[in-house]
């Protein structure tokens, strides 16, 4: 008889559904997985590296660029790092930005990984529907910051700025003439919050049009029912987060594990699954981005009866108000200070975690007194997934795998970082 | 107009001859329509899907998009052929080709109206039968001749599931022939005359499903595209294609779509037959376009053109195992259910098989 071998597959790290730049060196038999083997590192960036030859707050823009589709949440987790150890707190209304934007970025990842999920298993429709909503999502964030995806919007201290009282408008041009672009506008007229407001009011139907497509499709529900079975013990044990723990049953959510923003004041809740499969875990998810509109909704009114600073005062670490810079010596000395040099942190070190829409995202802070950090670690969730891994793929098919890296919702860049 | 071509021919050329550029002409006359269609049925994949998804599809080349299809031809056309090194090299060259053929050669016995068909084939059924399942060898050895482990996982899917899925289809064939007690198509497509109550989809309702889902697995066309299957094995079978090897077997896929589209109609929607039946015949103006004719297959197997779209747009893609599941499990029990059912039906001899 013939010798039968293992048959190995180099799958990506340029392969569609490798969700950036996966490496997975695949055992096989047949087509059933023996050993899966992801090789990581192709995306390395040295961002920790970086962060230590530069004054803090130049570091907030790499942030943005570890989980590149919930950028706001990994500046939330290091700019709280950053104010822990400098012992300061944003005022009330940065903190209600910060939730409300912490939200929207939750909201904004949960898209792309359900269009991507989806487009894994071959419902590539959903992909498309998950980014028109993206689009109005990363408008707010244009609004903002002024930028699309990276926005550096958070500061230590604060916001960078304000919500602003104007949408962006769309223009008419070669392929949109004036009656398509009246249509975009028409929601644009107010505010930023009155776009966010029409947001949060649209924004279930959308989740309930994504449901018919997939929750009780019955194609979905064989591709994703039963699939990388996580037990609540051995998600424990692989340092599971967010959404992967809670789908095994663990209601742990940092949002109400120990507070941080304005999430001790909003009114939510911690959906948790059953059986730990990946069916479930896209239940949680789907429930997470229900609740997260909640969430932005009590900000928004919040925000609308409260305006006041954004910015903490103390202008020894927030750079003062620019009409002030131009009129003020000591102003201008404090803005000249903050551009060159930055601020010091105080000799000692800090973590400070948030709830990230992956999971736990982390950043350890160790400073020798200097305005560069010594050390900077960031606890990446995505890492602690990939290491899962080899186990939740064991016995399963080739599909499969896609199925798993989808519903682990990995993205690169942190994974890499 | 053929037959007075044959005479005229026939007085300069010995009868073999002519005969020969008459088939030669009725060939070119299928096969250019067919292409174009073929054509265009990417661009209608790319627009319609487009819609559903709430984009545009191509709109840049030509009005409106119109040209995209012929731009994407002359793309390919112009682009060189790689072949990977250890890859078989005859073999690899072969392979696009064998795929292509049989999915144009079944066209053969495909009657476009009353009289419309090239070779009035008697055993017309078994024909495509036994012609559509050569297309799984050109998929099958380009898998292996191309000495890539995507490609060799795509081609033993595509294996599998195209002679599962030949089972199921095969037996629904068996009930429309018993319905129409022939296998000669133009003869079924008459056993459903008189309007739209005496096709086969009615009393075949089940079988038609059948038929055509398995028409779907067998073009390896979404949900059941796991010979494809994008986000698993890259592109399958074709990954290491390029220009127009790589185009064959689009033309293929698409030609066999089209061919299944077709077939579908002709035994289970009454082919070229209105549905009014004659009724309609006498109305002025309009008769012409309600009485039979080739508009209405077209239109019959355009629906099931667009169904094959739709369900792109719609469903996520089956694993291998359960496609399988569902070929043995399900597909081929309710076939034989159902053949079974009417064979008593024709023995007691109750309606419609009087």
Known sequence: MAEIKNYTLNFGPAHPAAHGVLRLVLEMDGEVIQRADPHIGLLHRGTEKLAESKPYNQSIGYMDRLDYVSMMCNEHGYVLALEKMLGIEAPIRAQYIRTMFDEITRILNHLLWIGAHALDVGAMTMFLYAFREREDLMDIYEAVSGARLHATYYRPGGVYRDLPDTMPLHEVSRWTDEKEVKRLNANRGGSVLDFIEDFTQRFPKYVDEYETLLTDNRIWKQRLVDIGIVSPERALQLGLTGAMLRGSGIEWDLRKKQPYAMYDQVDFDIPVGTNGDSYDRYLVRIEEMRQSNNIIKQCVDWLRKNPGSVMHEDHKITPPPREKMKGDMEALIHHFKLATEGYCLPEGEAYAAIEHPKGEFGCYIVSDGANKPYRLKVRAPGFAHMSAMDELTKGHMLADVVTIIGTMDIVFGEVDR | MMESLATFLNGYLPEGVTTLIVIMIKIVAILLPLIL???????????????????????????????????????LMFKEIISPTKASTIVFFVAPMLALAPALAAWVVIPFWDGGVLADVNAGLLLILAITSLDVFGIILAGWASNSKYAILSSLRVG????????????????????AGSLNLSDIVRAQDGGIQNWFAWPLFGLLLVYFISGVAETNRAPFDVAEGESEIVAGFHVEYSGMAFALFFLAEYASMILISTLTALLFLGGWLSPFGDLLNDVPVLGFILGDGFHWLFIKSFFFLFCYLWFRATFPRYRYDQIMRLGWKILIPVTLVWIFGEGVAIALGWKPWL
């Open chain 2, 37 to 75: 269609a073929v054509a265009y049925t990417t661009f209608a994949e790319r627009k319609i899907i487009g819609y559903m998804q709430v984009r545009m599809g191509p709109n840049r080349v030509g009005p409106k998009g119109w040209l995209q299809p012929i731009a994407d031809t002359l793309k």
């Open chain 2, 160 to 179: 599998a599931q195209m002679v599962s899925y030949e089972i199921a289809m095969g037996f629904a064939l068996v009930g429309v022939l018993m319905a």
